[in-house]
C-alpha cells in the first residue's frame, strides 16, 4: 500500500493531484473489498439457513460449494486487511457501510442488536473462520487509531475481549 501511495505521489505533477490520485485508489479498493466482505457475509448467513434442513454430505471429498466458501472467505479476510492498510495510509477514507459490517463480525453469535440489514445474522464467525474474526479485531483497531470517536465507543469492547482473554489463559 505505501509503494501504491508513493508511485501516486510520484507520478502527479503536483501534491494536490497526487492526493487525489491516492484517493481515487482508496475509495475503489474499499469499495471492492466492501463488496467482498457483503457478499461473504450474506453467503454464510444464507448457508446456515439452508444448511438447518440439509442432512451432512459424507465421504471425504470436499464438494464444489466447499471448495468455494473456501474461496470466499480467504477473499474476505484479504479484503479486510486491505481495508486496515487503507485506512492508515488515508485516515480520511470514507469508511460508511464498513464500519457496521466489521461490527457484525466481531459480535456476531452475540445477543447484540445489529443493523436492519444485518439483523439476521446470527452465525459466529469466531467458530466458523478464526482468521476472518481475528483480522476483523485487528483491522477494527486500525481504525480506532484514526478515528477518537469511534475509539471511545470501542473502548468497552476491546476491553471486553481483553478481561475475557485473560481469564481465559
Known sequence: MKALKTL?????????EGN???????????????????KYVTDISEARKVSNF??????????KKEASA???M????????TIGSLILICPSA?????????????TSGNSEPK???????????????????????????????VD???AKRYIPLFVQVWIFKCNYL
Not at 74 to 81: D, E, G, K, M, N
Open 8 to 16: 501516486c505521489k510520484r507520478k502527479a505533477v503536483s501534491s494536490e
Open 20 to 38: 487525489t490520485l491516492v484517493l481515487t485508489w482508496v475509495h475503489q479498493l474499499l469499495s471492492k473489498a466492501l463488496k467482498i466482505l457483503d
Open 54 to 63: 440439509l442432512t451432512p454430505q459424507s465421504g471425504r471429498r470436499k464438494g
Open 70 to 72: 473456501s474461496k470466499s
Open 74 to 81: 480467504l477473499q474476505a479476510v484479504t479484503a479486510v486487511f
Open 94 to 106: 470514507d469508511l460508511q457501510g464498513i464500519t457496521p459490517l466489521l461490527h457484525t463480525i466481531i
Open 115 to 145: 443493523p436492519q440489514k444485518l439483523a439476521d445474522f446470527t452465525v459466529s464467525v469466531k467458530e466458523i473462520s478464526p482468521s476472518l474474526y481475528i483480522q476483523t479485531w485487528v483491522t477494527m483497531g486500525k481504525i480506532c487509531l
Open 148 to 150: 477518537d470517536k469511534l
